[in-house]
């Protein structure tokens, strides 16, 4: 039976195919792997299983690292199975020599039809292990008619446990298995032995991957034991899906990281969305990784496939952003040239529906602006002008300026007191005026930012 997933110093690895961009259904493997990894001070490995030479890509492979560092889950660890290829084939020797890897010279063909008779005869379509039982001389026979041979590995044809950390207690009966093919006659290796080289020497104590890998499991624990290495756990957790149902694609282009990220959608927002949706914690906002780390709960995700809506993650991105403290946000202000520090952060975060509305409200306080008046407005905006308080708000810390405290109110009760207008009559012109929007930020945490001369002249109409 397959070790539990344990701890402390736990190794995880993200193991994609570099040949096309991944989407949130990877991004939710991914983010498993690296957020329980980070929960428990262990290592994160990226390996990039690039033996298909053919449709392999290193801009693909640049494209994955540039997703999971956008996501904050840069790993600790890069490797590339490419790399690595005679250490595949050693392990390849140990098990010929084992006796658990051997020829088998069937072509694609007769391998058809095997598999069409046993259907016929109302039996699994399992393979008979003919290979077992060639000769020396039927061997010769066969490659000197130009057959190259491919390598079976012989299961023991036993009852393989583990303690799945999503499913609970798995068993396969490998008698219902075909012996798997691990190197194909042209020499290259299917992806099941260099995935289990790569783990032993790596030192992977978990395995979190999809349900599609589930029938591998019983196969890799063989070849873990066979190889004499220990086995890691493993957890299999259900699979994302389209709203409609259908399943994603690399090929396809379905929600790649690459254009969510392009269409404004907030990383943490997206890691939320793709770890949460589908398990029994609810989806909402996080203010960072550390916290959504600290929700990973393998045992609480669900054996249905989970549905991901793009719609959902609007709305998440913007719960994400009104939650986000100032130190996370400032770093990705400054690159925009974006001023006005903590207050400017404070006042429009929970008013964005994407990152790039803060740079449309830094340009309404900071840069000169016409407002909006309406005639029936001009006489009450030019009295609301002269009763602004002369305190000096250029040039000095925004702190010292007591505007979002009395004397915010002090103005707009004089404006109410000198003008008899209230409610909407009263702010609703003061806004249109000031920032030409008919909604936004707190108009109290925006005049700090814009500044006495600039809102007087947008008062009186003038651009300020």
Not at 226 to 239: Q, R, T
Not at 329 to 336: P, Q
Not at 344 to 349: D, S
Not at 438 to 445: D, I, K, M, R
Request: glycine share 8%; charged share 25%; net charge negative.
């Amino acid at each position: 039976m397959s070790a539990p997933l344990r701890n402390p110093a736990p190794v995880l690895r993200f193991a994609p195919s570099p040949t096309g961009l991944i989407h949130v259904g990877n991004a939710r493997t991914a983010l498993l792997n690296a957020l329980i990894a980070r929960r428990a001070g262990g290592t994160f490995i990226l390996r990039f299983d690039d033996t298909d030479a053919a449709r392999s890509r290193a801009e693909y492979a640049d494209a994955i690292a540039a997703d999971l560092a956008w996501l904050g889950i840069a790993p600790d660890v890069t490797v590339r199975q490419s790399d690595r290829l005679a250490d595949y084939a050693a392990a390849a020797e140990r098990l010929k020599a084992m006796g658990r890897l051997y020829p088998a010279y069937e072509t694609e063909e007769e391998l058809d039809l095997k598999r069409g008779l046993q259907r016929a005869r109302g039996l699994p379509p399992v393979y008979d292990r003919a290979a077992l039982a060639l000769s020396p001389e039927d061997r010769a026979r066969l490659e000197a008619e130009g057959r190259r041979p491919h390598w079976r590995f012989r299961l023991d044809h036993r009852v393989v446990a583990w303690d799945d950390g999503v499913r609970g207690p798995q068993q396969v009966d490998t008698t219902t298995l075909s012996d798997p093919v691990l190197v194909r006659a042209d020499g290259s290796f299917l992806y099941t032995l260099p995935s289990v080289v790569d783990d032993l020497a790596l030192g992977v104590t978990q395995v979190i991957r999809g349900e599609d890998h589930v029938t591998n499991t019983a196969v890799q624990i063989e070849i873990f034991e066979a190889l004499g290495g220990p086995v890691p756990g493993f957890a299999h957790h259900n699979l994302l899906t389209l709203p409609s149902g259908e399943g994603l694609s690399k090929r396809l282009g379905h929600l790649s990281l690459s254009a969510l990220r392009e269409a404004g959608q907030e990383a943490l927002a997206v890691a939320a969305l793709s770890v949460l949706v589908g398990t029994s914690h609810a989806v909402e906002a996080v203010e960072s990784l550390d916290a959504l780390a600290a929700m990973v709960d393998l045992a609480a995700i669900s054996r249905a496939p989970a549905r991901f809506d793009p719609a959902d993650l609007d709305a998440l991105t913007a719960r994400t952003l009104h939650l986000m403290p100032f130190a996370a946000a400032a770093a990705r202000l400054e690159a925009e040239g974006i001023g006005g520090g903590t207050q400017f952060w404070h006042a429009m975060r929970t008013n964005l529906a994407r990152f790039d509305d803060a740079r449309v409200w830094w340009e309404i306080v900071s840069t000169p602006q016409a407002g909006v008046i309406a005639d029936a407005d001009r006489a009450f905006l030019v009295e609301a002008a002269t009763l602004l308080p002369p305190a000096p708000w250029d040039g000095g810390p925004w702190q010292a300026i007591p505007w979002e405290g009395s004397l915010w109110k002090a103005w707009t009760g004089a404006v109410k007191a000198a003008t008899g207008r209230s409610g909407r009559g009263l702010f609703h012109p003061l806004r249109l005026a000031l920032t030409g929007r008919e909604t936004g930020p707190e108009l109290a945490a925006l005049l700090p930012l814009m500044g006495r001369a600039r809102a007087e002249a947008r008062l009186k109409g003038d651009v300020g």
